[in-house]
Structures are given as C-alpha cells and as structure tokens.
C-alpha cells in the first residue's frame, strides 16, 4: 500500500506478557517515529529513527520498552511486562526525512492491557 | 511550560459560523510549523503546513507571529464535517522531533 501500515491493528493481552507492534512506513520515508496517545489525551513522542539508527530515544517511558529498525524499512516497538497504563493507542509515522517535511501517521496500534 | 500550547475547547459554533484557534510555542528557535486534523479514534492527518507570510487552503487560513510565538488557524464558513480535534505542530530547529499540542476540538453545530 501507498501508506504507512502497522500491525496489529487491536491488540488485548494480560499483564505481564511482552507485545510487539510493527510499523511499515512509507517506501522512501527514511525517518520513523513512534508516538503514544492514551484515551482522550494528547501524543505523547516516543522515539525517532533515521535510517536504522535511533538519534532520539527520550520519550521512551521506561526500560520496559524498546524499538529496533531494520533495513531502513520496518520498525518494532516492544513492550515489555505490560502494565495498564500502557493501555493506549501506538502511532507510527514517517517522513522524508528532512527538517520541515510533512509526516505521515499509520492507523495506529490499540493496545488494551487487561 | 509545556513546549506547545492549546486551548483545548470545545469550541461548539453554528454552520456557516467563523472560528480561530491559537497555539503557543516555547522555543523560540522552532523552524516548522503544521496543523492536523484529528478525528475521533483516527490518526491524525496534515491539514496544512504553515508559512512565515501566512497562507490560505480555502477555507482555511494559518498564520505565524514568530515576535509573539504563536500560530493561528482560520476557518471560515464552518461545515459539519470541520467538527474535529485540530492539533498544532512544532518543530524546533536542529531536530527532528514533532512536538503536538493536546489539540482543540471544535464541533460545528447544525
């Protein structure tokens, strides 16, 4: 497809399991990002990849939670030892790349922690 | 002081109606600014970029006041299908990062 694409679409998983979501940017978008938004809330900036290489990691939460990218292409978001607050929807986004280029979101990661 | 600002609403207005939003910014460095559209459980998604001179996507119409540090958002002529949450977007200069604001919902009211 022409847009970012990630996966899964929903996820529900018990606390204390590990979950992984991916992203698919953009074919070309050599920049990455990993946003956060819990339920009625604002994004909250997690973590930014250009190319394969992660110059950002300060929204990260905590330890628990990790993201790789391979190939300058796929990215994967992993959480670890889930807890509910990390009930929220997960958004990737990608762009050109360049200071000032539009980014563009994928339909998100809805992740419930029961 | 968060790094971007918004007045969070709602700003309920009649069809037809027009309405301004306002969103500061605390660095004064920032050097790209956008506008998204949020509607409810989507993603967000670019309503217009904004420009030193100001510029104008029918009906709407984005400012920056880089003295006062804030940009501004127009809509005129308000339809049903404006009712969104409206985000403001910085980037300040030497990063990378797009830093949102918590949006402003507006529902235009038949």
């Known amino acids: 497809g022409a847009g970012v694409s990630q996966s899964p679409s929903n996820k529900v998983t018990e606390k204390g399991k590990d979950v992984e979501l991916r992203c698919d940017p953009i074919?070309?978008?050599?920049?990455l990002y990993w946003y956060r938004q819990s339920l009625g809330q604002g994004l909250e900036f997690l973590i930014y990849?250009?190319?394969?290489?992660?110059?950002?990691k300060s929204g990260l939460p905590s330890d628990r939670f990790s993201a790789e990218r391979t190939g300058g292409s796929v990215s994967t978001l992993t959480i670890q030892r889930t807890q509910q607050e990390d009930s929220a929807v997960y958004l990737c986004?990608?762009?050109?790349?360049?200071?000032?280029?539009?980014?563009?979101f994928g339909e998100g990661s809805w992740l419930t922690v029961v | 002081r968060k790094e971007v600002e918004q007045d969070p609403g709602p700003f309920n207005v009649p069809e037809g109606a027009t309405v301004a939003f306002n969103c500061t910014y605390s660095?004064?460095?920032?050097?790209?600014f956008f506008w998204y559209r949020q509607d409810c459980r989507k993603e967000p998604k670019l309503l217009m970029s904004?420009?030193?001179s100001g510029n104008e996507d029918g009906r709407f119409t984005a400012q920056l006041n880089r003295a006062s540090q804030y940009i501004s958002l127009l809509i005129r002529d308000s339809k049903l299908s404006d009712s969104a949450t409206y985000l403001c977007?910085?980037?300040?200069?030497?990063?990378?990062?797009?830093?949102f604001g918590t949006g402003t919902r507006l529902k235009v009211l038949a």
């Open positions: 986004a990608s762009s050109l790349g360049s200071a000032g280029n539009t980014i563009y």
């Open positions: 074919s070309g978008h050599t920049a």
């Open positions: 990849f250009q190319g394969n290489s992660a110059p950002d």
């Open positions: 660095n004064s460095a920032s050097q790209s």
């Open positions: 904004v420009y030193s």
């Open positions: 977007v910085v980037t300040p200069s030497g990063t990378y990062k797009y830093i």
